[in-house]
């Protein structure tokens, strides 16, 4: 990833914004550990301690992710609301997790590539029920507003808090129509066993509400898409990027 050099560097930090941003990218776009980070960046000469990519990584790819949120140029009124187990310290907790409906061309500033409806938001939670759904829907709207439509599988927590939150919300309860989403949870267990599982339901909220916006933006759908339309997709992913990169502030 070609970063200029020319950077401002960023006050406390003794390493360039350029090696920053590179870490936190390549974390989270191959969902590695520090310790293959630190790997990657010592292959280019730069020796870095994993505990400091850790910091960079908590500390920047909020506001990666932030940026990219804000950048997002039209959101549908059609949501996809799931929810998928997963063990930390051997707890069953869950992931939350809302994924815009609309296969839309042009969802982030300046990329023109179709994605298969991007992650909303996510929230991990210790239970499953209408409670727990009351919050998760409370959180959706207090960002993007009343939706149109909402899909869900058949689970029945989801009933009361809609139709008292978004009562103009058509609710369509169906297993077969929220595939949508299990891509997304696909990931999250692929990236869960590449971590090695979430720590803490702390660590999981923090890597997954920066990891499904950033992957929002490096990865489009490719089978949709011409060698030369992935190509320009992947350039204007990382003029984002870079961009991004000098607005942290220091």
């Not at 050099?5 to 350029?18: A, D, I, V, Y």
């Not at 909303?120 to 207090?142: E, G």
């Not at 058509?170 to 297993?175: F, G, L, M, P, V």
């Amino acid at each position: 990833m070609q970063i200029p050099s020319s950077m401002p560097r960023l006050k406390g930090f003794r390493f360039p914004r350029e090696i920053v941003a590179y870490a936190v990218w390549a974390y989270h776009r191959f969902a590695l550990r520090t310790a293959d980070v630190e790997d990657l960046l010592a292959a280019r000469g730069v020796i870095v301690r994993r505990e400091a990519i850790r910091l960079w990584v908590h500390r920047s790819g909020a506001h990666f992710a932030a940026c990219i949120r804000r950048d997002r140029l039209r959101l549908s009124h059609k949501w996809h609301l799931d929810e998928v187990v997963i063990q930390m310290g051997g707890v069953k907790h869950w992931l939350w997790r809302a994924v815009d409906g609309e296969e839309d061309l042009d969802l982030i500033r300046g990329i023109k590539s179709p994605t298969n409806g991007d992650t909303l938001d996510i929230l991990v939670q210790t239970r499953r029920n209408a409670k727990a759904a009351k919050r998760f829907l409370t959180r959706l709207i207090a960002q993007f507003g009343q939706p149109r439509v909402v899909i869900t599988d058949k689970l029945r927590s989801y009933t009361k808090p809609i139709s008292r939150l978004a009562p103009r919300a058509a609710h369509r309860a169906h297993k077969g129509l929220d595939n949508r989403i299990e891509g997304r949870h696909r990931l999250t267990r692929r990236s869960e066993k590449i971590m090695g599982r979430f720590k803490s339901p702390r660590q999981a909220q923090r890597f997954l509400a920066a990891h499904d916006q950033i992957n929002t933006i490096f990865k489009p759908r490719r089978y949709r898409l011409t060698a030369t339309s992935c190509r320009h997709a992947r350039a204007d992913a990382f003029d984002l990027w870079t961009n991004y990169a000098l607005q942290v502030k220091p």
